[in-house]
């Protein structure tokens, strides 16, 4: 009699088991699904995009090309903003900038506050054209860019379009491409970006501009 109460009651306690290991088989493919083949809908792309905007340690390269190519590395923490150009370093802090030309040996000094703004610009790019609905959605695909798993979209009205890839994990962006019409010429004009960033890594020493105490001209614009 007393085996049979422990045979009842194992059973009793193996049904949840068993049903929490059917929903967990059932559960299980459609969740890959959702992860690895559902397109993503517009409002989806720009809440992914959206996980940027929390972002406040970023180190990104990025690599402008048109009819030539631009390069700029940006150093951005706690609200400060190294941009290190081809010849030239600025540093932007407390709407306080120090420009170092370095080929000229010139410093110049000045208020503004456009050019964390701008960079902030840069990255929200993305989502800006997302957001505007003159632009027709369209899910491309999933793929790999550099061995960043990424989504595609693209973003067409008119004779303009946007080939945009998302980071799946951060939300940045990791190429743009744009092809548009030039105002007041009968031809297309394009322009690729291409974003390479690591996100926490900048440290306070990387953000310090190249000693300027000697041969260097100094320039005050306040």
Known sequence: MKEKKTEKKTFILAVPTVIIIIVFLIAMPIMIYRKNFKPLSRDESITLSKKILSIDNISCEIITKSEDEKVVDYKFKDNVLLSNYNDAIELTE???????????KQVYNYNSKNNIDNFKSLLNSAIEILENDD????????????GIKVATVKLTKDDSEFIISIDRSTGMPVKIDGEYNIKNEDKKGDITTIFRYQIGQ???????LPDTTEGFNINNMD
């Open 94 to 104: 407390d709407d306080k900038c120090t420009y170092v030309d370095l080929k000229e």
């Open 135 to 146: 632009y027709d959605y369209e899910f491309v695909k999933y793929e790999k860019i550099n």
């Open 202 to 208: 900048v440290q306070d020493d990387d953000l310090k």
